[in-house]
């Protein structure tokens, strides 16, 4: 079982930055790769980067490459996403997922197991 909780969320201008993130419980929380997700309203939830449990490895939707970041303190627990060069089009709530994968990244998301709670991201223009 792993448990996750969101942070960093907030209301930032566009050309703006913010830095989520999430913390796991639990002692394997480097057996699981991680992934963050968004959904705006009346959209489906969708990928936004994914990293593997040792944090070799990283994907990234189009849409975000070039702009976030994702990385992982295994020591810490916990996995992080910088933002930058937000635009309105980001405006959702963000999501922290786990699953155990190996050595492999992850963007599919219903392969997930663990997601946590979500946390708003605004971005005006």
């Known amino acids: 079982q792993v448990q996750l909780v969101e942070s960093g969320g907030g209301l930032v201008q566009a050309g703006g930055s913010l830095w989520l993130s999430c913390a796991a419980s639990?002692?394997?929380?480097?057996?699981?790769?991680m992934g963050w997700f968004r959904q705006a309203p009346g959209k489906e939830r969708e990928f936004v980067a994914a990293?593997?449990?040792?944090?070799?490895?990283?994907d990234y939707a189009d849409s975000v490459k070039g702009r976030f970041a994702i990385s992982r303190d295994n020591a810490k627990n916990t996995v992080y996403l910088q933002m930058n060069s937000l635009k309105p089009e980001d405006t959702a709530v963000y999501y922290c997922?786990?699953?155990?994968?190996?050595?492999?990244?992850?963007?599919?998301?219903?392969?997930?197991?663990?997601w946590g709670q979500g946390t708003q991201v605004t971005v005006s223009s």
């Open positions: 997922a786990a699953v155990w994968a190996g050595s492999k990244v992850v963007v599919t998301t219903t392969r997930y197991d663990y």
């Open positions: 639990g002692r394997s929380f480097s057996t699981y790769a």
């Open positions: 990293i593997s449990r040792g944090g070799s490895t990283t």
